[in-house]
């Protein structure tokens, strides 16, 4: 499992135990107030102020910082999307910022990228 994949499921643990966070001004306020576990920011993000407060935010709070090529794949893997009956996702909004506050139960995925982050 590469780390892509195992992010990916690390994201969807998350939701479904209601510890993740999408966007700028939710994601904040989780990092303000020392909670955040993992941060995940999109490298397409067209707007340089937008990544420059993410990245001040982690390395002034020492929350582990994780890049993704896609804002439309981090949508994805946070959740908003709609899925239709054969599984795939439509519908698709972009997310270029993503904070992880509970992973939920240990699995693989959990332990690669905490590997990851160490090695980072």
């Known amino acids: 499992m590469d ?3 195992a992010l990916q499921l690390v994201l969807r643990k998350s939701l479904a135990n209601g510890g993740l966070t999408r966007g700028l001004h939710e994601g904040a306020k989780i990092i303000e ?3 955040a576990l993992l941060c995940v920011l999109a490298e397409d993000c067209n707007q340089p ?4 407060l993410v990245k001040a935010l982690c390395t002034d709070h020492n929350v582990n910082l994780i890049s993704v090529p896609s804002a439309k794949t981090l949508g994805e893997w946070a959740g908003l999307c709609k899925i239709d009956s054969d599984g795939n996702a439509r519908k698709v909004v972009g997310c270029s910022c ?3 506050q509970d992973f939920g139960e240990e699995h693989a995925g959990l332990s690669i ?7 980072h």
């Open 3 to 5: 780390i892509m994949a």
């Open 33 to 35: 107030k020392h909670t």
């Open 49 to 52: 102020d937008y990544v420059k």
């Open 98 to 100: 993503v904070v992880v």
């Open 113 to 119: 990228v905490q590997e990851y982050v160490k090695a």
